[in-house]
C-alpha cells in the first residue's frame, strides 16, 4: 500500500511541474507576432496581451527537472528568456530602447517567477544558461529586444531539434552583413564577441565555422556599434 501511495505522490508531483512544457502556444504566437527577419510587433501584442499572459504563466508553472535532457533543458530556458523579455517590453510599450526601464539595467531586476524561485533576466543567463550549458551558441538564441540583438527566432526551440536550431540561428546572424562584416584579414564583429569573449574562444576559430568566408587566423578584429533601439515591427 505504501508503494502505491508513494507512486501516486511521484505521478501528481510530476504532472503538477515537472512534465515537459507544451510550447504549441508559444511557437503559434512566435509566428504570429515576429517576422521571418525577427522584427517584433509589440504594438498588436499590447492590443491582445491575453495569450501572451497565459504563456507567460505556462512557463512560470513549469519546474525543470534534472530528468530532462539537457537540450530539453536548454531550450527551456531561452523559450522563458524571450517570453519573459517580450512581457517587459509590452508591459511598458510604446518604449524606443529597453534600456528606458530600470535605470537602465531591466535585466538585474527580479521580476521573473519560475516553478518556486524569482529570477532576473541576468539570473536566467549567467547563471543558469551560460555556466551550466557552456554553449555560445545560446548568444543567437535569448533576444534582448534590441536592433543589434540576433534576431528573434519565429519559432520556439524544442529539444529535440535545438542543435539543429542553434547552428541555424548562429550561421544566420554571422553571415548578415548588418550585424558582421566579414573579410579574410578583417572582422567587424557585433559587440556580442567582445561582451562574451571568453564564452566563444579563439573568436576566427568559431567564425569560421559558420561563416562562408574563410577567414585568417591573424585577422584583426574590432566591433560594430550597438544599436539600443527596439526591434518593433514598423
Known sequence: MRHLILVFIVGMWSSMGLA???????????????????????KSI????????????????????????????????INAYNAFTIDLIVNNYPLKS???LDGGKPWDVKRITIG??????????????????????IHFAVNCGAKSCPPLLNAAYVGKTLDAQLDAVTKKFINNTKYQTIKSTKLTLS?????????????????NKYSTTK????????????????????
Open 20 to 42: 515537459q512544457p507544451d510550447y504549441k502556444a508559444w511557437d503559434v504566437f512566435l509566428k504570429k507576432y515576429v517576422s521571418a527577419s525577427g522584427d517584433v510587433d509589440y
Open 46 to 77: 499590447k492590443g491582445n496581451k491575453k495569450s501572451l499572459d497565459s504563456i507567460v504563466r505556462s512557463f512560470s508553472g513549469v519546474t525543470v527537472s534534472p530528468t530532462w535532457s539537457k537540450n530539453d533543458q536548454l531550450a527551456f530556458w
Open 98 to 100: 529597453i534600456q528606458n
Open 116 to 137: 518556486s524561485k524569482k529570477y532576473s533576466l541576468n539570473n536566467i543567463e549567467n547563471d543558469i544558461i551560460r555556466p551550466q550549458f557552456k554553449d555560445a551558441r
Open 191 to 207: 559587440k556580442i564577441f567582445d561582451w562574451y569573449a571568453v564564452d566563444f574562444g579563439d573568436r576566427v576559430t568559431f567564425v
Open 215 to 234: 577567414v585568417n587566423k591573424n585577422a584583426s578584429i574590432t566591433f560594430k556599434e550597438y544599436d539600443w533601439s527596439l526591434n518593433e515591427k514598423k
